[in-house]
Nanobody
Framework: QVQLVESGGGLVQPGGSLRLSCATSRSIFNTYTMGWYRQAPGKQRELVATITSGGRVNNADSVKGRFTISRDNAKNTMYLQMNSLKPEDTAVYYC????????????WGQGTQVTVSS
């Protein structure tokens, strides 16, 4: 059963914007800390941003001021608004969800490709 479904990736020119979505299958995910990783060619997987069930956010320095993580509990969906995109933002982006007190039970989305190129 797929519980995290990502969408919103694609091709965008430098300086452009994209909004990624991570839809959850059940409202129970609203109690989980969630976030986004990305994996780019030749680079280690990078934690991009996190958001707690209470809405507390944290962003990687590489995206601070450009990306905004948010969640809409009524829609059971988490978002990553990406502005001022750069070619170095090109990567596969993965959302995740962490059940409280269950560190071995992380859920992952399938990944969505973001390509920033002219």
């Amino acid at each position: 059963q797929v519980q995290l479904v990502e969408s919103g990736g694609g091709l965008v020119q430098p300086g452009g914007s994209l909004r990624l979505s991570c839809a959850t299958s059940r409202s129970i995910f609203n109690t989980y800390t969630m976030g986004w990783y990305r994996q780019a060619p030749g680079k280690q997987r990078e934690l991009v941003a996190t958001i707690t069930s209470g809405g507390r956010v944290n962003n990687a320095d590489s995206v601070k001021g450009r990306f905004t993580i948010s969640r809409d509990n009524a829609k059971n969906t988490m978002y990553l608004q990406m502005n001022s995109l750069k070619p170095e933002d090109t990567a596969v982006y993965y959302c995740y969800a962490d059940p409280p007190f269950m560190p071995t039970m992380r859920y992952w989305g399938q990944g969505t490709q973001v390509t920033v190129s002219s």
